[in-house]
């Protein structure tokens, strides 16, 4: 008995080496240190468990020993804990989310798109129709709920809120509304109360970033038709760049490098770095470089050593490698390798899915793209971001929630 309770120990202690609790991981720049890469890559990945979960391209968040997940069951939207472990769960929270999908979008679902945010021991989540939820990660208990429908003429963008809520300190922060009229608001994190808001543009579908530019402590995101930064203490505007894309579908998560360079891009655009500045108070946008070479569309990069990885929208999906510094272009892999690819990095490894049901691994390399191992780990498209959680990697795929371990 004593020895069994000694390996359970053991195992819960393994699992939670690191928290991956917000939308692409500890720092939400796909980045994590303690992985547990095998010795030698297996011919084929062992399940450790696998549960019907709903649809939508939410991603699973871990928090010590604890999954969570929010998806949708019908025309309802579904908070759901589960052991790591094991895949059982511990607790659901459910709550009605009608939702009309629109016409150009039908191909994507009902979502939700959103990742939930798990921040001083609460989940909290933004469905696809809008509605922000707070929840006890211990038992599921709802503390606070808004869904803004009184509030705005529009409680989300025109193609379902997608954007993932981000904590500083005791605030959460999420872009609400639609693009007529919409709100970049820090609430309190325990009452929900809104200690600061912005307006000035509408919501997009990437999540924001927070990060000290300038020596100044600040969101920094992608809205409907600015890559902007704003102030984390009072929501005050430091400095916006126009940017659009067709159909107003600016996506991607902006990268930071160092303490000064913001690096961002969209469909059929450029990809970007810029060095942002501020003097005598004011503030100053630089470009260092921009790329042609690889625009973006759905999937955001990650700076690994230097070395920006990410997927173009070019010839159906390509890998690639740039320097970070400069924006040379060091590699781009074959074509066809999906619409869409979500991407880590752990030590010397890229770890990546994509909507061909594929886990690639592979190795930081500035010569080409050095696959070690593809994997087929899902029957249908890959959307949601995958979370690494110990020797293993939590997939989501069309309706389904699955651990996987090397």
């Given at each position: 008995?004593?020895?069994?309770?000694?390996?359970?120990?053991?195992?819960?202690?393994?699992?939670?080496?690191?928290?991956?609790?917000?939308?692409?991981?500890?720092?939400?720049?796909?980045?994590?240190?303690?992985?547990?890469?095998?010795?030698?890559?297996?011919?084929?990945?062992?399940?450790?468990?696998?549960?019907?979960?709903?649809?939508?391209?939410?991603?699973?968040?871990?928090?010590?020993?604890?999954?969570?997940?929010?998806?949708?069951?019908?025309?309802?939207?579904?908070?759901?804990?589960?052991?790591?472990?094991?895949?059982?769960?511990?607790?659901r929270n459910a709550y009605d989310a009608p939702?009309?999908?629109?016409?150009?979008?039908?191909?994507?679902?009902?979502?939700?798109?959103?990742?939930?945010?798990?921040?001083?021991?609460?989940?909290?989540?933004?469905?696809?129709?809008?509605?922000?939820?707070?929840?006890?990660?211990?038992?599921?208990?709802?503390?606070?709920?808004?869904?803004?429908?009184?509030?705005?003429?529009?409680?989300?963008?025109?193609?379902?809120?997608?954007?993932?809520?981000?904590?500083?300190?005791?605030?959460?922060?999420?872009?609400?509304?639609?693009?007529?009229?919409?709100?970049?608001?820090?609430?309190?994190?325990?009452?929900?109360?809104?200690?600061?808001?912005?307006?000035?543009?509408?919501?997009?579908?990437?999540?924001?970033?927070?990060?000290?530019?300038?020596?100044?402590?600040?969101?920094?995101?992608?809205?409907?038709?600015?890559?902007?930064?704003?102030?984390?203490?009072?929501?005050?505007?430091?400095?916006?760049?126009?940017?659009?894309?067709?159909?107003?579908?600016?996506?991607?998560?902006?990268?930071?490098?160092?303490?000064?360079?913001?690096?961002?891009?969209?469909?059929?655009?450029?990809?970007?770095?810029v060095r942002v500045a501020q003097a005598n108070?004011?503030?100053?946008?630089?470009?260092?470089?921009?790329?042609?070479?690889?625009?973006?569309?759905?999937?955001?990069?990650?700076?690994?050593?230097?070395?920006?990885?990410?997927?173009?929208?070019?010839?159906?999906?390509?890998?690639?490698?740039?320097?970070?510094?400069?924006?040379?272009?060091?590699?781009?892999?074959?074509?066809?390798?999906?619409?869409?690819?979500?991407?880590?990095?752990?030590?010397?490894?890229?770890?990546?899915?994509?909507?061909?049901?594929?886990?690639?691994?592979?190795?930081?390399?500035?010569?080409?793209?050095?696959?070690?191992?593809?994997?087929?780990?899902?029957?249908?498209?890959?959307?949601?971001?995958?979370?690494l959680a110990g020797n293993g990697v939590l997939?989501?795929?069309?309706?389904?929630?699955?651990?996987?371990?090397?």
């Open positions: 008995m004593k020895i069994a309770l000694a390996i359970l120990v053991l195992s819960a202690v393994t699992l939670s080496a690191q928290d991956w609790s917000q939308w692409r991981g500890p720092a939400r720049n796909g980045l994590t240190t303690t992985f547990v890469a095998p010795a030698t890559w297996p011919e084929r990945p062992t399940q450790a468990w696998k549960v019907q979960a709903g649809i939508g391209h939410s991603s699973p968040v871990v928090s010590g020993t604890r999954v969570f997940l929010l998806s949708r069951v019908s025309e309802q939207e579904v908070v759901t804990a589960y052991e790591l472990a094991t895949g059982k769960q511990i607790w939702y009309q999908v629109n016409p150009a979008a039908t191909s994507h679902g009902k979502g939700p798109k959103g990742t939930p945010l798990v921040h001083r021991g609460r989940v909290y989540t933004l469905g696809i129709s809008g509605t922000l939820s707070a929840l006890d990660a211990n038992d599921g208990r709802v503390l606070w709920r808004k869904n803004f429908t009184r509030e705005f003429p529009q409680a989300s963008p025109e193609y379902g809120a997608a954007m993932s809520p981000i904590g500083e300190e005791a605030m959460v922060i999420a872009h609400v509304g639609g693009s007529q009229n919409s709100a970049l608001s820090a609430f309190d994190a325990e009452s929900g109360a809104v200690r600061w808001t912005w307006k000035g543009d509408g919501p997009a579908y990437a999540s924001p970033v927070v990060a000290t530019l300038g020596g100044v402590r600040q969101l920094v995101t992608q809205t409907q038709s600015r890559v902007l930064g704003l102030s984390v203490a009072d929501g005050t505007l430091l400095w916006d760049i126009p940017f659009t894309t067709d159909y107003e579908q600016n996506i991607i998560t902006p990268v930071i490098v160092g303490n000064d360079t913001v690096i961002y891009g969209g469909l059929s655009k450029p990809t970007v770095a108070g004011k503030w100053t946008t630089a470009e260092r470089w921009r790329n042609a070479e690889i625009p973006m569309y759905m999937s955001s990069p990650i700076d690994a050593g230097g070395t920006l990885y990410g997927l173009t929208q070019k010839n159906k999906g390509q890998f690639f490698a740039v320097d970070t510094a400069t924006g040379k272009t060091l590699w781009t892999s074959e074509g066809r390798q999906g619409d869409n690819a979500a991407l880590t990095s752990a030590g010397d490894l890229l770890i990546a899915t994509t909507t061909e049901g594929e886990l690639v691994i592979a190795r930081h390399s500035a010569k080409a793209f050095d696959v070690v191992r593809r994997y087929t780990v899902a029957d249908t498209p890959i959307w949601a971001h995958p979370a997939i989501k795929d069309a309706e389904t929630l699955a651990y996987w371990t090397f």
